[in-house]
């Protein structure tokens, strides 16, 4: 770097200053042009993190305003606290803590917790995520038949197909709600019931509310379709062609083909849907007004942290339940992406 010696009568020298070379000058612009973001990223996401994180070990309610408690790690502490007790009588379980209740059972081995509204809402989203598989499917099955250019009218399906996905949230749940009633309910009313088929109460038996959901899902099918055509339109025609010579069907096309190569967008797909499944909660909400369901059937982890924020105004243990949550989003995407090294094929051929 050029630098100049600046001196002074007596021989005596000063510091020497840096110049300003363009290349200087181009990182203090850089630097200049990002300071909005830099602030923004403090402010509204570092910073409430870091507020969050220490309200999640704190006893902080809204209702007591500034008086708060460093608790530590209570919060957590309570939050899987579990006392197993065994009935075989068919009588009801008896917990050495008086303030536990029961949060689930396997067979006649009963598990309490403090909080037990935690590990049903736990149970609740678990049971939702396992839907997930099913509405990839049926989304790379619709981007197959879509992919064709021959069909008459492909686009006007595939606009209709993703049309769905722009509706809001809160619009299509009030929808679904008239399609799901038991009685005057459109799917029950117009569809089962001159099959001869008497329809469940979708949203208010708990054996039936997770499938109520999962249909709920498909109508926002739209999304990962779209990226597996992407996808799909991405796959060399090539490929297809050799296997065609070779004498290979449309299922080993399909396993050998197309899915090594569209395996990054599966594993995209499968990342975001977990997250989406994991923070679950306007449908439900909007269905249940925020009860959560019969029984707890809709009652989702989010609906869990909304409920203690906004209506028991318990903001630390809110807190700690949405740290929780990004720890297991956090570890679960990690397991996928380190599974991925198996699977997952990119263009260059290396997994």
């Not at 068919?90 to 067979?107: H, I, L, M, S």
Request: hydrophobic fraction near 50%.
């Amino acid at each position: 770097m050029a630098t100049e010696n600046l001196s002074i009568p007596g021989n005596t020298q000063v510091a020497e200053l840096p110049r300003l070379t363009p290349r200087r000058l181009q990182i203090l612009w850089g630097f200049l042009f990002i300071t909005p973001w830099i602030l923004g990223f403090l402010m509204f996401f570092l910073g409430p993190m870091a507020a969050s994180f220490y309200l999640s070990m704190t006893d902080y309610n809204i209702e007591r305003g500034g008086d708060l408690h460093f608790i530590g790690l209570q919060h957590y502490k309570d939050m899987f606290s579990i006392d197993i007790d065994w009935v075989d009588d068919g009588g009801k379980p008896e917990y050495r803590q008086d303030d536990y209740q029961t949060a689930f059972n396997v067979g006649a081995l009963y598990f309490g917790a403090k909080d037990y509204r935690f590990w049903k809402s736990i149970r609740v989203t678990l049971l939702y995520a396992c839907l997930l598989p099913f509405t990839l499917t049926l989304a790379l099955i619709l981007a197959i038949l879509t992919n064709n250019q021959r069909v008459p009218g492909v686009t006007v399906f595939r606009t209709l197909f993703y049309l769905p996905t722009v509706i809001p949230l809160v619009v299509s749940s009030f929808v679904f709600q008239q399609i799901l009633r038991a009685k005057e309910g459109w799917l029950n009313l117009y569809l089962l019931a001159p099959l001869g088929i008497k329809g469940p109460q979708w949203l208010q038996d708990p054996d039936w509310a997770i499938f109520a959901l999962g249909i709920i899902g498909i109508w926002g099918v739209g999304r990962p379709m779209l990226m597996f055509l992407a996808g799909l339109q991405n796959v060399p025609t090539e490929l297809y062609e050799a296997a065609r010579v070779d004498g290979a069907g449309a299922w080993r096309r399909l396993t050998k083909i197309t899915l090594p190569v569209i395996s990054p967008i599966i594993l995209y797909n499968l990342v975001i849907g977990l997250i989406d499944t994991f923070q679950y909660f306007v449908v439900a909400y909007v269905l249940t007004n925020g009860r959560g369901g019969n029984d707890f059937s809709m009652y989702f982890y989010n609906l869990h942290i909304y409920k203690n924020a906004y209506t028991y105004f318990e903001m630390g243990y809110a807190s700690a339940l949405a740290w929780v949550l990004m720890a297991t989003v956090v570890t679960i995407t990690a397991l996928i992406f380190r599974s991925s090294s198996r699977w997952v094929f990119y263009s260059a051929g290396a997994k």
